[in-house]
């Protein structure tokens, strides 16, 4: 099992690229940069390219809809280009909230948006004259005076491509066309609620879901005991009330649904209701010790080892930590301490 982390630059260059370089020297294989609504994610991933030496550098993930297809093409070839391939592409819908509320972009047909994304990547990744007639895009616009160009950078067709998604359409899309799957909200022992759908994918496409890189992420902190564990559990309640309850719309809510298919449908559409109200604590409330601990690596170090076993056990084959800490020293404590138990459970079982 591969080990991955995320950063988001948001103020805090240096404090992110120093916890990344250190983050290498333990031995962390792969450091994604968010995108939400703060930085960008290719300016400090070129950055992180020249500070780094091995380490694989994702965009996790760059906001479908926010670049033209060619746009993310033309990004993911310079910043292979400056990492000596140890470039991944990944790529996300984001939501309406972000997608119109902040960029005043249309979110309409994000399932196509996707698909037609990837495909028009695709082509210019192989170096080809981009020719491209879709629902939503049209290369070159027809009636026009443009004729069809590739691009001047080196063809490059190996630079993975990884796709964020949670709804059932979204995620058979990234079995069919994608190298790996970013997901989130994920809970082990409900996996075939994603499992299920990315496995029609793949067999469309004539391959195996062993054949996609599961590519899953949470929280890691390590509580010393049991009271300690009960304190931490509480304070992440209100962030995953947030994720439920106000991530996205009214109407829309990705992560509210996946949690919905993980079985707490009832309880994630109380807690969306009463946020959504403007009731913040009462939909905090609702939030059970078991709806954290399931989603997440927080525990005493025992409580993480199994649960990393569980995770593996159940097809991830990249896990994304997000090592707690107040500092960049705690923060690369608790990364060391997770490198080490996930080590420990690939000489156990194999890697």
């Known amino acids: 099992m591969r080990t991955a982390t995320t950063v988001e630059f948001a103020g805090n260059a240096r404090e ?10 333990l031995g962390l294989d792969i450091c994604w940069v968010a995108e939400a609504w703060g930085s960008d994610a290719p300016s400090p991933l070129g ?18 809809g926010t670049r033209t297809p060619v746009a993310v093409a033309m990004a993911a070839l310079t910043l292979s280009e400056l990492s000596e391939g140890r470039f991944l592409l990944g790529l996300g819908s984001s939501g309406p909230q972000i997608i119109e509320g902040l960029h005043g972009v249309g979110f309409e047909r994000p399932l196509a948006r996707m698909r037609e994304t990837v495909e028009i990547v695709r082509q210019v990744f192989a170096g080809e004259k981009v020719s491209y007639q879709g629902e939503l895009f ?9 004729k069809p160009m590739r691009l001047t950078m080196p063809p490059n067709e190996n630079i993975p491509i990884y796709l964020a ?7 058979r899309l990234t079995g069919e066309v994608a190298d790996g799957w970013l997901g989130t909200s994920f809970v082990p022992e409900g996996a075939d609620a994603y499992f299920s759908h990315l496995r029609e994918g793949t067999e469309r496409s004539g391959r195996k879901l ?9 929280e890691v902190s390590f509580a010393a005991d049991e009271d300690e564990l009960r304190t931490m559990v509480a304070g992440r309640k209100k962030e995953l009330a947030f994720s439920l309850g106000g991530m996205g719309s009214a109407a829309t809510n990705f992560y509210n649904n996946a949690y919905s298919r993980q079985g707490w ?9 009463l946020w959504q109200g403007g009731n913040r604590d009462g939909a905090t409330a609702l939030v059970t010790d078991e709806m954290v601990l399931a989603t997440t690596l927080i525990g005493t170090e025992p409580m993480v080892r199994a649960r990393l076993a569980v995770w593996k056990a159940a097809g991830v084959t990249t896990v994304r930590l997000y090592p707690a800490g107040d500092t960049v020293g705690a923060k690369l404590d608790t990364l060391g301490r997770a490198l080490d ?4 459970i690939g000489q156990v079982g194999g890697s």
């Open 16 to 25: 992110t690229a120093d916890f990344v370089v250190e983050a290498e020297k």
């Open 210 to 218: 062993e054949d996609l890189d599961i590519c899953q992420g949470a």
């Open 265 to 273: 449908a009832e309880v994630a559409a109380q807690i969306r209701e």
């Open 138 to 146: 049209q290369i070159p616009r027809p009636g026009g005076d443009g």
């Open 341 to 344: 138990l996930v080590k420990q």
């Open 165 to 171: 998604t949670l709804s059932p359409k979204m995620l």
């Open 47 to 64: 950055y992180l390219a020249a500070k780094t030496d091995r380490i694989l550098l994702g965009s996790g993930i760059l906001q479908v």
